[in-house]
């Protein structure tokens, strides 16, 4: 599915980019329609895409479907709905067969409410056809299809702008990373790359007890393992969702939740951030059971303080509050020195130097922080997340559960 593309006959409105693997309508603002791709191959297995881009203008959103007439044998229709000879299109919720709506509610989420970031599929599988929303199966379409040869058909209708073909391995881990989960996700484990056994030996110098850490959701996020993966650089998690980024160049080690994030399905409904410290307070955060406020006296008595650099009850604009646990969705931000603060790690079997950096990645409950802008020197800190919107903080215990540690370690020159 690797080569999978869209096939260069399409709607008027369409146009192909990437190399065929990105389709977009054109003028999204002041036309709705024409903007009918299909794949240059019949189908095989899954297709699935990744909505780009969306506007706010008009009522409709993307489609999906199949159909058994070659993308090159006749005019194309300006919007799917409108789609015969053997053609099987989901619209919001319902079937359309052949122009005409045959099963209506057919899925459990309309294909409106699919924002940017999410995916739609389409499979035919032992004659059958299924739909998929957010790697979601919607189960088996009630019609016969014309034939086993057809192509996948995707209307950039409305809302939907565009669209980019989800590879195939990124298809094999989307099956469980963005299916809203029943569990808390494991990760398959293969051995481990020659970074993250360096950030295990570095972890292990810490000695934290076994207790708190799960290696069940170890995971190495250097550039390698990501691309192995074929997992996106962002992805929106929670309700109501919001964007957070994967901490690439990093490597998770699995903290144990705790009960009452397993009673509230954190995974599920929570957000998803990053909260830089320094090395030596990950021991006493673990101790405590959640994050430490400024102020705050850790378990063993060691007071904590606002770190270096940043604003004190001395010394900060008027009314601001320092008291607060400051998060961000992204590592870029979160990860910066004067939350991360560096520290050196000389490891033993190679006798190399490094600079190590760590940050807790936790679930933190939509609704129970501020979202603010940056305030630290330097700009454009993130690609996606914007410097308006990416210092969070919460004034909330409780607020936040931990999902693990991650740890960057960068050898000194
Ligand atoms: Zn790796």
Redesign the pocket.
Known sequence: MADVQFHEVCGAQAAITNGGRVAERKAPESSFDKGIVFSKQPLKGRFEVRIRRKVAAWSGSIRIGVTSRSPESAAIANSSAALKGGTVILSDRDVIVDARTQQENYSSVSLKSVEVDGRVGVEIKDRALYFYINGKNQGKVETELRSQNCWAVVDLYGQCVEVEIVSSSALNVSESSSVVPEQRKVLPKGS??Q??ALVHRFFNTLVIPEIFVDSRYDC???I??HAERGDLDYYNRGSPPALYAIPVGW?RLGLKLNPSAEANKVWDTHHRAYHGTAVDKIRPILDTGQLLFPGDVALGGSKISEGKGHFTDDWKPKGFNTKKIFLSPTIKYAGLEAYARKKEYVDKPTGKKYWVRVAFQVWIRAGSYDVGQSTMAGKNFDERILDQGIEWSTVERGATHFSGIVVKLEEQT
């Open positions: 481990p790359c970074y993250q190495c996020y250097c390698k393992c490597c």
